[in-house]
């Protein structure tokens, strides 16, 4: 196993993480982009520095890793990019906005994607997890919902890599994981206004 650290806003550290991934393994099979940063808090009470961090983090930097990755890809054995999205980027939740915006583009990115590449061989996976068991929301860019903080049931980790593997080995487009992230697309797709009414008084709950 090679371990190449950086950072995937630093346009040098992209570079490296690419070039030094092919140097020590011979090529490049599988992109996975994974790295995300989060923040909980109202958009008309946040910062556009909130946002562009957001954005930078989960949007600008998969997409420039994967321009990058690209022309090893073509020339891989069965290549596939996995962009890790979430359910809320098919649903947008009250007090996460640039979280769901930076995630909505990754899964627009990501479809448009795949249609590109077909042509090379090269398969783009969709995955939206819901709630995992991870220490994501102790190092969020801003925390100001902490008074909802409420701790559900999540998936562990090693249960969200073995979906996420097995979705890779049958190629499939697109996977939604945990039973409530699976429940409100679905919900969603059925009754939007439904959803948009129950967000909304949830919203107010908390503004209260």
């Known amino acids: 196993m090679a371990v190449v650290p950086g950072d995937v806003t630093s346009e040098a550290d992209r570079q490296r993480i690419v070039a030094e991934t092919v140097r020590l393994l011979g090529g490049l099979d599988i992109l996975v ?17 909130r946002l562009r961090r957001i954005m930078e983090v989960n949007f600008f930097g998969p997409a420039e890793l994967t321009r990058l990755a690209l022309p090893h890809l073509f020339r891989g054995n069965k290549p596939m990019i996995v962009n890790i999205s979430s359910v809320i980027g098919r649903r947008g939740v009250p007090g996460y906005s640039e979280y769901c915006a930076s995630k909505f583009a990754l899964c627009g990115f990501s479809e ?43 998936m562990s980790p090693e249960q969200c890599a073995r979906v996420i593997v097995r979705a890779m080995r049958r190629r499939v487009n697109e996977v939604v994981i945990t039973f409530d992230g699976k429940l409100l697309v679905w919900l969603n797709r059925l009754f939007p206004r439904l959803v948009d009414w129950l967000l909304a008084k949830y919203a107010q709950r908390y503004q209260e």
């Open 33 to 49: 982009n994974n790295a995300g940063v989060g923040a909980s808090g109202y958009f008309h009470e946040a910062s556009p520095e």
């Open 112 to 154: 448009s994607l795949r249609a590109e590449l077909v042509r090379f061989g090269v398969h783009v996976l969709l995955v939206n997890p819901g709630l995992i068991e991870t220490p994501f929301r102790d190092h969020l860019v801003e925390d100001r919902l902490r008074s909802r903080e409420q701790r559900r049931r999540a």
